[in-house]
């Protein structure tokens, strides 16, 4: 035995939704913070240079405002040594940032 449901046009309930002007999508893109490293081991953010302590703080802050969103982008050069790339992606795990990825240029960042 099957049942099937029928509509018509006269079943049709008249429902009447609320319009909410400040709606915003449950999906939002990952925020990113761009950190450029300078050949000698400087790290820049937003035109600043910055020693690890307070980077390492600013990627913290950004976890917590950002839960599983964060994601930082790494700015070095090819003359760049590796330990500074090391010690920014040890930053970010010790920070909880949801992802990080490592961007490799000809050219050192621009300040």
Request: aromatic share 4%.
């Given at each position: 035995m099957s049942a099937e449901l029928q509509t018509s046009p006269d079943?049709?309930?008249?429902?009447?939704?609320?319009?909410?002007?400040?709606?915003?999508?449950?999906?939002?893109?990952?925020?990113?913070?761009?950190?450029?490293?300078?050949?000698?081991?400087?790290?820049?953010?937003?035109?600043?240079?910055?020693?690890?302590?307070?980077?390492?703080?600013?990627?913290?802050?950004?976890?917590?405002?950002?839960?599983?969103?964060q994601q930082v982008v790494i700015h070095a050069d090819r003359d760049v040594k590796y330990k500074f790339v090391a010690t920014l992606i040890d930053i970010c795990n010790r920070s909880k940032v949801a992802s990080y990825r490592v961007l490799v240029a000809d050219k050192p960042p621009q300040p």
């Open positions: 079943m049709e309930l008249p429902i009447k939704l609320r319009s909410v002007s400040g709606a915003v999508p449950m999906i939002s893109e990952p925020d990113q913070v761009h950190v450029g490293i300078y050949t000698d081991g400087t790290y820049v953010i937003d035109g600043s240079e910055l020693p690890p302590s307070s980077i390492e703080t600013i990627l913290s802050q950004s976890a917590i405002d950002n839960p599983g969103n």
